[in-house]
């Protein structure tokens, strides 16, 4: 081993092209940005979805689905199995938006609306926002009453 055959070691010698340290380095002048145009100048960079003056692809499609975004009605939904856990657990016979926010099922300013999932058998007057009409029945089959409370 002498001073002509010493190599640096693999992968230490980094290959990457220098743009725009003057001509003498091959790539100067423009420093492979082509001439003129915006993609040319410092500082440039194009919007999201950009397709160089084409119509962009997001306003091509057409738009679905609902498009009622300034008021929307939104429920928190609770089953009659819900109801039915809190009647077993507090012996409550009013169930209402105070009663279930202090069992943790909804928050202060949700709008509530019962679902008949699962089965009641508690006799109990309900006070919600909105009712479905399977839970309509169910309560009044177990001998409550159904109040439409906003």
């Known amino acids: ?3 002509s055959n010493l190599k640096p070691a693999a992968g230490s010698v980094k290959t990457r092209k220098r743009i725009g340290r003057g001509p003498g380095s091959g790539l100067g002048g423009t420093s492979t940005r082509g001439h003129k145009g ?3 100048r410092s500082g440039y960079s194009k919007k999201i979805g950009f397709e160089g003056g084409q119509m962009p692809l997001q306003r091509r ?4 689905g609902e498009m009622h975004v300034c ?3 939104i429920y928190k939904a609770i089953n009659l199995s819900d109801i039915q856990a ?3 657990a507090a012996k409550i016979d009013v169930v209402n938006k105070e009663a279930l926010f202090n ?3 909804v928050g202060k300013a949700d709008n509530v609306k019962i679902l008949g999932n699962g089965t009641l058998s508690a006799k109990v007057k309900v006070e919600a926002a909105a009712f479905s009409k399977s839970a309509v029945a169910a309560i ?3 001998g409550g ?3 439409i409370k906003k």
């Open 86 to 88: 809190l009647c077993d």
């Open 103 to 105: 069992a943790g099922l």
């Open 140 to 142: 009044e089959a177990a």
């Open 61 to 64: 499609l057409p738009k679905y």
């Open 38 to 40: 915006a993609k040319s």
């Open 71 to 73: 008021n929307p009605k």
């Open 145 to 147: 009453s159904v109040e």
């Open 1 to 3: 081993m002498d001073l």
